[in-house]
């Protein structure tokens, strides 16, 4: 026995719940009795299985899934090589990609993994059978997986934890077996569901029957390829349908932009929303799950929230969940402030007027004998380096040395841009004592100091 | 005489300063006496000619001007119907509207009327040859405008206030006679140069062999073309040269963004700078209008750049300003935190600290008996219209009312994500009496709430 099991055991919310019979049990929340203290406790004292090495390889692979993941493929490209692809028997692969696809984004995914929205008895027997051809587990097995994923994202506790690195999330963790047990996730709601029961308990003869028999058996039947539509319809297709949901748990968490949160790895990207029937838009997802959006834009790619949109329209799904726009545009808001804080914090900005001795208009006289200062909305400027650049002629700075330019600046003989005005700020060197006038104290800060984003 | 003189008889930049000698006054300043409120001054005492009318129309046009803006298109027009368009013509046409307009562009703007580079010699010959052959009036006369426009855009000192119109600021000022008299713009330095003097000296017979003569000739003696030549690469092109610079006045103070600054009217964009040799970025030329560039982005079209880029690699430009990108991106931040500030004041944040009761523990369990309230980091959540809605389900919920939910909350059974505490911030009815934990102070403002754009 692991180590792994061994540790659970021992595990406090184990410990404080007393054992429910079988049958009631799957009824109860898993996590009813979590303690307060769950993630942090677990990630500290669950012991790992001892690390994978070229001795252990074999007795680390979970055969089932390394038969299937590698049988499909080699059958696929076995027929490629031995049997032309018909044209009908190409658009159906494709068409049954986009069935099974959406049996697991639209089924799986969407409605029973994160509720997002209600679907009717039909529909849900149509997700679930379709959801079957992808042959990717059972609803119940697969959402309790992919509800870990979400508690206890980029933890040992997730399931397809991105940090493992790309192909570990992609395909790793279904073929060795895992260092860590996946965190509590309840799905004591997918246990009361009888269409979910149903297909647990027929779940063998379905995948033989959805994933194989019935691709052949459309081509075969309708226009005579049935060797094609084993080899592409079945097997390629499969293959294709596999390495689209294998990318929801790697591209999505390494490809693209984060706009609504970065504390964790997923992202945004297009090229991901293509290969997997819309759940690309992925950053968006893991911070509003129960969303039955992935993409929140109309051009964006997400065909399985339009399918869901057209089942609604036609009554066969219902309660389609949003987060509302306004919580989703504060993420949006947050991550834009944070890129603007960066450039701010990479600008060199006027210096602090704390620091900035204040001198006697006697002291400013003098010192404009010597080098060229002038007053400005109280502050004493040095344009040494700017007397021949001035776009307005060194004339003009000129006759201000030693004096107030106030009015002049700002507007009297030329309304300056609030470039030039951030400029002027830049050259300040002192503040001249009792120099600052009444209703000139916005002038005091230059624009580009108006708005600043302050931390808090 | 128009009461425009008149009043400039009476203001006081007039007064203060002793009058010059005709060649002495050249060397001078024009505003070297400037007045510190000489703008407002001007702008509330000068009176303006009166309204145009339709019975005084005609004494209000500007003949010669009109005549040009007439003429030449008549002449282009005509050409188009009575004679065939060849393609060597065309081509040369294309050829020599560019080299015209960067006359203008890299010449007359940029180099004279901003000074924004050196230019050799020779290349200010060239320049000056091929802005003649644009016939926009000589370079000190429309420097004069030029200066005036940047020095009171979008004032009745503008003589071509983008206020008026885009039909005025595109043409009707060259048309009608101005109802106000431009402000002072300063063009000394222009006085003193040489090439600038031998324009204006020779500008008509200039404007005849290089507008017309020149490009007739090159047609004709090319390819035989005489006619041809008159008509497309003298007129039509003539025609294009003028309503691509009419352009920068008109268009490019309306149509597109405002990324640097959006106190005055210019604006950005691509297609103003299609249409004007690279002029339309213009917003960013108002602000940095000493910059050689007006793109800064590579991709951006900006020819004119090019153009004097090339030059000074060639040895034949030198000194090409640039503005302090430091201060460039300081406008761009300004002008996104501005539209962030927008979004941030249109979206409803947490109630306020400062307006939430403080309420005793004792007399938070009693309510709690009455309604689901939850405490978390302090601060007391009701959380009755989330029940059914929160994704780890009602009974984690419940099981927390009337209790501190914070370790829970914050990772000890969900990590949850920013949105979610975003939003548990929406739903704080009061503060817990003594209920803000050591080390939790940062926990107590919602992730949106942290970063904000503020206001000095
Ligand atoms: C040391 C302080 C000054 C700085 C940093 C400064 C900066 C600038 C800048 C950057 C421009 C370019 C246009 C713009 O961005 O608005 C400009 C133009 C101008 N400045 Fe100043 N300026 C200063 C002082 C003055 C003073 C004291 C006067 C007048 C007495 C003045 C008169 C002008 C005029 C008339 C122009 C317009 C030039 C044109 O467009 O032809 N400046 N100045
Ligand atoms: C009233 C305060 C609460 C609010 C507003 C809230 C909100 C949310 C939200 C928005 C999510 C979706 C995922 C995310 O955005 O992170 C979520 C998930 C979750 N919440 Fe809460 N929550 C609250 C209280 C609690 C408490 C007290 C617990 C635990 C004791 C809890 C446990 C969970 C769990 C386990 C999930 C994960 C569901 C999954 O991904 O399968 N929540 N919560
Ligand atoms: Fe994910
Ligand atoms: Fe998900
Ligand atoms: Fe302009
Ligand atoms: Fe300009």
């Known amino acids: 026995m692991s180590s792994v099991v061994e540790t659970r055991k021992t595990s406090p919310s184990q410990n404080a719940a007393p054992k429910p019979k079988k049958a009631e049990k799957e009824e109860v929340p898993a996590d009813i009795n979590i303690p307060d203290n769950y993630v942090a406790w677990t990630l500290k004292s669950q012991k790992p299985r001892p690390p994978i090495t070229w001795d252990n390889l074999l007795q680390n692979l979970q055969w089932v899934s390394l038969a299937v993941l590698t049988i499909t493929p080699s059958i696929a490209i076995y027929g490629f090589f031995t049997h032309k692809l018909r044209w009908e028997t190409f658009l159906w692969s494709v068409i049954y990609y986009f069935i099974t696809g959406l049996g697991i984004t639209a089924g799986y995914h969407r409605l029973w993994a994160h509720r997002s929205y209600n679907a009717s008895k039909p529909l849900q027997y149509f997700l679930a059978i379709a959801g079957t051809g992808a042959v990717e587990g059972s609803i119940k097995w697969w959402c309790r997986g992919h509800r870990a994923h979400h508690r206890y994202t980029d933890t040992d506790l997730d399931p397809y934890n991105a940090h493992m690195g790309f192909w570990y999330s992609h395909i790793g963790w279904m073929i060795l077996k895992p260092r860590y047990k996946p965190g509590v996730a309840d799905v004591s709601d997918l246990s009361k569901n009888s269409v979910i029961r149903w297909q647990h308990r027929c779940y063998i003869w379905l995948i033989?029957?959805?994933?194989?028999?019935?691709?052949?058996?459309?081509?075969?039947?309708?226009?005579?390829?049935?060797?094609?539509?084993?080899?592409?319809?079945?097997?390629?297709?499969?293959?294709?349908?596999?390495?689209?949901?294998?990318?929801?748990?790697?591209?999505?968490?390494?490809?693209?932009?984060?706009?609504?949160?970065?504390?964790?790895?997923?992202?945004?990207?297009f090229v991901t929303a293509l290969v997997t029937v819309g759940e690309g838009y992925h950053n968006f997802h893991h911070q509003f799950p129960m969303d039955y959006r992935n993409a929140i834009r109309w051009y964006q790619y997400d065909p399985t929230k339009w399918f869901i949109w057209v089942c609604s329209s036609l009554g066969l799904a219902s309660h389609l969940k949003i987060f509302p726009d306004n919580e989703v545009k504060k993420g949006q808001l947050t991550m834009q402030l944070k890129k603007l804080r960066e450039t701010q914090e990479g600008l060199v900005w006027a210096p602090p007027v704390e620091d900035m001795p204040v001198i006697s208009w006697e002291s400013f006289q003098e010192q404009a004998s010597k080098r060229p200062l002038i007053v400005v909305a109280g502050f004493i400027h040095d344009v040494s380096d700017f007397l021949d650049e001035h776009p307005g002629g060194r004339h003009l700075l000129v006759k201000y040395i030693g004096r107030d330019a106030t009015t002049a600046f700002f507007g009297g003989v030329y309304d300056h841009s609030n470039a030039a005005h951030n400029l002027l700020s830049m050259k300040r060197v002192g503040i001249l004592h009792g120099g600052t006038q009444h209703g000139l104290q916005d002038k005091s800060i230059p624009p580009a100091q108006r708005l600043r984003i302050a931390r808090y």
């Open 208 to 269: 033989i029957g959805i994933g194989f028999l019935l691709p052949t058996a459309v081509a075969g039947l309708g226009w005579g390829d049935w060797k094609g539509g084993f080899f592409f319809a079945g097997a390629a297709r499969l293959c294709f349908v596999h390495h689209s949901t294998f990318c929801v748990n790697s591209l999505a968490h390494w490809l693209g932009e984060a706009p609504f949160d970065d504390k964790h790895t997923p992202r945004d990207h």
